[in-house]
């Protein structure tokens, strides 16, 4: 420490560790610098515009993330009501009825008994979506 300030590598007394932390990062930042290829920067318009995914591609990535979490979510370290709202949020993702089981369990497992009720009257409503829309075809 020189001066009350932390040193960090070769620079003088009167750069901060922050300063010296941003422009080794960031070497264009620093003014004794020079080069002869600039580093390109975004303009105002690329910050602005936001990319657009085809809707199909995005529905097609969800599935697969859907189906590759699916075998994964036992592994995850979540409390019963963690887990039981995971599994609420892939049943209405995918439509997957086979979690409505699992889904169950975790209800069950939930001690809080406010939280137990709201989450079993979850697995009913989703049981409820489900048969109706099994009627309706």
Known sequence: MIG???MFGHQDDETTLNEQVALSQHPQ???DSTTDNPQPTLDDTTINEPVK???DDLLSLKQQALSQLSPLVSHLDQS???RFK?????????DNQALLKSAYE???QISDEKQRAQALLDIVNEINYFTHAQKDN
Do not use: F, R, V, Y
């Open 29 to 31: 930042l620093n003014d």
């Open 106 to 108: 975790a209800a069950n």
């Open 80 to 82: 019963p009501e963690e």
């Open 86 to 94: 995971t599994l609420l949020m892939m049943i209405q993702a995918s």
């Open 53 to 55: 995914a085809d809707s």
């Open 4 to 6: 009350g300030k932390l």
